[in-house]
């Protein structure tokens, strides 16, 4: 017999997890002293909130659930913001918290927070771990929940009491549940629909989401863009999707977004959506898109199907399956046309930049950078300013960009860089301007103590 | 309009508060919520009437759906339901009025469930439309408190949404 804490880190080492973030306390204690007899590497951080933005960072790389750690009351509440930050974007991740004993929960002892309820609007799913024996049932389905269909973050609660009683240990092979079951393959007839719509379209546009990187889609994706020939533009978390110097990438949409990519989405008369959501700052006037145009929406979650953008032809399911699926089956490629249209909008619109003695401009800075590092360098936005020129003039070759897309965390360049570090990224470089990098400084301190080779460039204009 | 939405959702704590979250989070107005166990104790029954256009009550059965602990769930048509609603009223009486009252729950097949000098407490289990005529019928006697239980619903015939 072993006792629960000890179960939870076999649990880990069951689900090949290799590094996890967090930062001790109290009831968390059990588990950390059995932690420490693990080969699991654990990184202390400088507040809790970063343990969650490195885990973040950690997931994007592997694409497999990354773990962070936290106490009770307020280091469970200092995670939120990062908890949030991954719903928003669709991280998986497991958050395991320490709770005060079961004897005491709901009495307003020391240091307790109803973490489950404070964070249950942005939780895929969350546990309170009551009892001993479902430990081992609880990660397993964690992690499954966490890493399957839209992925997310899930938190495990459990009681320090909890954590010392002793249990025989049983991990699950396998985890099925009835009422979870995400939609894996794109209905057969939609996708012939789609395809149809495809080859009677004269002015065909594909918008790239981050679903393409969270289902591992890339090669799909490109092979299907250019069996197609039919030009991409992306929102923010979709950057990277097609290089971004590929003759047919037209730049990221939206509020925040470039002039070729903006008129392709206006003129276009089918728009292709593949894992976006069309949210606010990539599509302003949602309601307008159906009037000009007819949509292909493909999503693993039916509910953002027809939620912000009415769906012509809706596709539940996987983006790689069902591209997979569509690639095998696409017809002839489309002329150029529109194309070369679009490259005249491009060609342009080049705007002249202002230089100013003594400054350098924070684009031409960029576009240099994008010169001089490796090519599958991973670029970690940070939120702001220093964001949006990012996403409009860094060149993303092979490697990857990761900001914060729909929550815009501040503060969220520095962890996750150290996340994606930890993960393996050959090269890693954070970019955050000057109030961001206030906000997580505090890592330099883990960056030091653990010796991590994490580039940051902190862009000044003296304002926050 | 209003729609009525039925679900099936795994018996365990917090369930509730996650589709009740999701409800005021998300802005749906809801104007009942009804849960119950099942003949399978693992599994409760929640039966919600929602007004709202299409939109709102598409993006209500999905959001729903999207829980995990959501295992059916079911828009159920007004033609193809039965549906009850279960309430207690207490009404003020006099020894002059007494027998009127009296006569109206007869009239509307409700039940007298507890009476005194003063008070008479009557139970109706109906549809909605007509415990709010019982109600109406009620109300010059002056009622003293209602008590409701939100509408429960059924599809006719052998259809289930299990």
């Known amino acids: 017999m072993i006792t629960v804490a000890q179960a939870m880190v076999r649990c880990l080492e069951r689900e090949n997890i290799s590094v996890v973030f967090g930062y001790p306390g109290a009831a968390i204690c059990p588990f950390y002293d059995a932690l420490t007899k693990s080969d699991i590497k654990h990184i202390l951080v400088r507040q809790e909130q970063n343990a969650g933005h490195s885990a973040s960072g950690f997931a994007r790389i592997t694409g497999k659930p990354a773990v962070c750690i936290a106490t009770s009351g ?52 969350s546990y309170i771990v009551k009892n001993p024996k479902e430990i ?62 495809i080859k009677n379209a004269k002015r065909p546009l594909i918008c790239a989401g981050g679903g393409i990187f969270l289902s591992n889609a890339k090669e799909e994706f490109t092979e299907f863009v250019k069996k197609c020939n039919i030009p991409v533009v992306s929102t923010m978390m979709g950057i990277g999707a097609l290089p971004s110097d590929d003759s047919l990438y037209f730049g990221m ?84 046309e529109w194309i070369n249209y679009l490259d005249e909008i491009r060609a342009n619109t080049q705007v002249k930049e202002k230089e100013f003695e003594g400054y350098i401009n924070p684009k031409a800075f960029i576009r240099l950078l994008s010169e001089k590092v490796d090519d599958d360098a991973v670029i970690v936005g940070d939120v702001g300013q220093n964001q949006i020129w990012l996403a409009n003039n860094y060149n993303v070759k092979q490697g990857r960009f990761l900001t914060s897309g729909g929550m815009g965390t501040m503060g969220y360049s520095i962890p996750t860089g150290v996340g994606a570090k930890m993960a393996g990224a050959n090269q890693v470089i954070s970019v955050c301007g000057d109030g961001s990098f206030q906000m997580q400084m505090m890592e330099l301190g883990t960056i030091a103590q653990n010796n991590i080779p994490l580039k940051i460039i902190v862009m000044t204009n003296n304002r926050l | 309009m209003k729609h009525t939405i039925s679900i099936l959702v795994e018996n365990h704590a917090g369930v509730l508060s996650r589709i009740s979250g999701l409800f005021s989070r998300r802005g749906f107005n809801i104007d009942s919520l009804a849960v119950g166990i099942t003949d399978d104790p693992t599994m409760s029954r929640i039966t919600i009437i929602v007004n709202g256009d299409d939109y709102t009550v598409e993006q209500v059965e999905k959001q729903l759906y999207k829980l995990i602990d959501v295992y059916k769930i079911k828009r159920l048509k007004v033609e193809e ?50 415990l709010e005529i019982l109600q109406e019928l009620l109300r010059p006697y002056g009622i003293l408190e209602i008590v409701r239980t939100g509408t429960i619903a059924l599809q006719k015939g052998n259809k289930s949404i299990c």
């Open chain 2, 81 to 130: 339901t039965i549906s009850r609603e279960l309430m207690l009223v207490k009404v003020s009486c006099t020894s002059e009025n007494r027998g009127d009252i009296i006569d109206i729950a007869r009239v509307m097949q409700s039940k007298i469930c507890d009476i005194s000098s003063e008070s008479i407490t009557i139970e109706i289990s109906d549809t909605t439309d007509r």
């Open chain 1, 74 to 125: 307020p280091g469970a509440l200092n995670l939120i913001t990062a908890i949030a930050t991954a719903y928003m974007d669709s991280i998986p991740m497991v958050i395991i918290t320490g709770q005060v004993s079961s004897e005491r929960v709901g009495s307003d002892a020391f240091q307790e927070a109803d973490i489950i309820g404070a964070s249950e609007p942005f939780t895929k799913y």
């Open chain 1, 253 to 336: 949409i939206g509020m925040h977004g470039v002039k070729p990519a903006n008129v392709a989405l206006m003129e276009s008369d089918l728009l292709i959506l593949l894992g976006a959501r069309a949210s606010d700052r990539a599509v302003c006037a949602p309601e307008r898109v159906n009037e000009t145009k007819k949509v292909i929406h493909i999503d693993i979650d039916p509910a953002e199907i027809g939620k912000n953008v009415d769906a012509d032809i809706p596709i539940v399911g996987d983006l790689k399956n069902t591209l997979i699926e569509m690639n095998s089956k696409v017809c002839s490629p489309k002329d150029n």
């Open chain 1, 136 to 197: 081992t049932k609880v990660f397993k389905q964690a992690f499954y929940i966490a890493g399957t269909g839209r992925p997310g973050p899930v938190l495990i609660d459990v009681p320090m009491d909890v954590q010392n009683v002793k249990i025989d240990y049983n991990y699950p092979d396998e985890m099925k549940m009835r009422s979870y079951n995400p939609n894996m393959k794109g209905h057969p007839g939609q996708i012939k629909r789609a395809l149809t719509a």
